[in-house]
Antibody, heavy 115, light 112 residues
Framework: EVQLVESGGGLVQPGRSLKLSCAASGFTFSNYGMAWVRQTPTKGLEWVASISTGGGNTYYRDSVKGRFTISRDNAKNTQYLQMDSLRSEDTATYYC????????WGQGTLVTVSS | DVVLTQTPVAQPVTLGDQASISCRSSQSLVHSNGNTYLEWYLQKPGQSPQLLIYKVSNRFSGVPDRFIGSGSGSDFTLKISRVEPEDLGVYYCFQATHDPYTFGAGTKLELK
């Protein structure tokens, strides 16, 4: 059974950093690209970033470029999202998802950026 | 960015009825490789989104055949025949042809 489990969310002040993790199981992690998607009640679902199977290619939405870094450790079956210089508009539930076709999703982790 | 416009915003249905959701794109979703990366997701209350349809018309594993995706270019439709209680929730279209990938705003399938 495919499982994706996010962790690392929480309350953080504007300008600070947070690192999300997504532990994968039930499939050969190194065979799939991975992604992060976020959701808010006002903006809905937003694709945030994607990473290729080996990690050599990464893609970001403009509003997070230069602030967020997606990475992965295939030996640990885990992907990450390093979020720096956080802003209030980054407040959202962040989902880990498998592939470009987001075939499987985690349960989400809530990130709240507030002073 | 590619804008996906979903209509209607809400679709009241009676169980057993057919429902239809439209997703129109601000530009063609045909990729340079010839594929069209238009997907449909359902988010049930309190749950994460789940994939229903990929590349316009392909049902994902385990998705019942009452879900039918169709369309081409910039005009796409999801039809649900014989709506069942577990089909209720918010449906989203999503395009992965153009960077940045984008979602529609959602269509809520609800009981009349």
């Amino acid at each position: 059974e495919v499982q994706l489990v996010e962790s690392g969310g929480g309350l953080v002040q504007p300008g600070r950093s947070l690192k999300l993790s997504c532990a994968a199981s039930g499939f050969t992690f190194s065979n799939y690209g991975m992604a992060w998607v976020r959701q808010t009640p006002t903006k809905g679902l937003e694709w945030v970033a994607s990473i290729s199977t080996g990690g050599g290619n990464t893609y970001y939405r403009d509003s997070v470029k230069g602030r967020f870094t997606i990475s992965r450790d295939n030996a640990k079956n885990t992907q990450y999202l390093q979020m720096d210089s956080l802003r209030s508009e980054d407040t959202a539930t962040y989902y880990c998802a498998r592939g470009t076709t987001l075939a499987y999703w985690g349960q989400g982790t809530l990130v709240t950026v507030s002073s | 960015d590619v804008v996906l416009t979903q209509t209607p915003v809400a679709q009241p249905v009676t169980l057993g009825d057919q429902a239809s959701i439209s997703c129109r794109s601000s530009q063609s979703l045909v990729h340079s490789n010839g594929n069209t990366y238009l997907e449909w997701y359902l988010q049930k209350p309190g749950q994460s989104p789940q994939l229903l349809i990929y590349k316009v018309s392909n049902r994902f594993s385990g998705v019942p055949d009452r879900f039918i995706g169709s369309g081409s270019g910039s005009d796409f439709t999801l039809k649900i025949s014989r709506v069942e209680p577990e089909d209720l929730g918010v449906y989203y279209c999503f395009q992965a042809t153009h960077d940045p990938y984008t979602f529609g705003a959602g269509t809520k399938l609800e009981l009349k």
